[in-house]
């Protein structure tokens, strides 16, 4: 029996790509028809304009990340844990991609594998490693100890990015799965170093992407950013 509010699976298998279903459609459809059905629950719209990526989507996790922060604090009740140290480790993957797709988009070499496996470790080290090289300061961005360490307890706890996602990860340890309800997090300390890992994420990917877009403007300076706008190492944090 379905309970009261539901209503019967109406599920068909994926059409090609392209085609027009019940849970797909494109935005004029609604436009040109005077009586448009009603929606599904969850749908998807074509809407032909340029689709988001890494860094974009990661803004919106960052928002509600940093709304349920405060979650975490001991003094709480409910177990939130899990969901919030979820969107925390999305937020920081989606960024590290971000700035890695830029280090791809610039060095062929790069290894684009990396963007489809969850290796925080993997994503930081060699972006941070190739901005080094190439002559981005970034190793003087004082919130570097901050991404470092966060990264390496993410890594460390959750390597395969499973463990808040489902619970139990396939990772072992002490002879059996590791499991979400084992995780703790210092608090005094968490919160300013997720802030500050992902502001310094997005800061040196925008400084990969403004330099591109300053190429293909044509601009000798770019009139909205400034790459050395960020907080650097001997001066105290805001």
Request: charged fraction near 25%; charge should be negative; glycine fraction near 4%.
């Amino acid at each position: 029996m379905l309970p009261p509010h539901s209503h019967k699976s109406k599920y068909t298998e994926p059409t090609q790509s392209g085609e027009v279903d019940e849970h797909h459609r494109e935005i004029w459809q609604d436009a040109l028809n005077p009586q448009p059905p009603k929606r599904p629950l969850v749908y998807y719209v074509e809407n032909h304009n340029g689709s988001i990526g890494y860094a974009e989507a990661a803004i919106d996790f960052k928002i509600l990340t940093v709304e349920l922060l405060p979650r975490l604090d001991p003094q709480q009740l409910g177990n939130w844990m899990c969901p919030v140290l979820y969107l925390a480790r999305q937020t920081v993957e989606l960024c590290l991609k971000a700035l890695f797709e830029r280090v791809t988009d610039k060095d062929p070499v790069a290894d684009k594998r990396l963007l489809g496996k969850h290796d925080l470790s993997a994503l930081w080290l060699t972006s941070r490693e190739w901005l080094s090289q190439h002559d981005y300061p970034i190793l003087t961005d004082a919130r570097l100890g901050s991404a470092n360490y966060l990264v390496e307890s993410l890594h460390a706890v959750d390597p395969t990015g499973d463990l808040f996602r489902f619970a139990q990860s396939k990772q072992l340890r002490f002879n059996k799965k590791k499991s979400c309800d084992r995780v703790g997090v210092s608090f005094d300390e968490f919160p300013s170093a997720f802030t500050q890992t992902v502001d310094l994420l997005q800061h040196w990917e925008s400084v990969l992407f403004r330099e591109d877009l300053c190429k293909e403007q044509g601009w000798e300076k770019d009139p909205s950013f400034n790459r050395d706008a960020y907080p650097k190492l001997g001066h105290a944090l805001g």
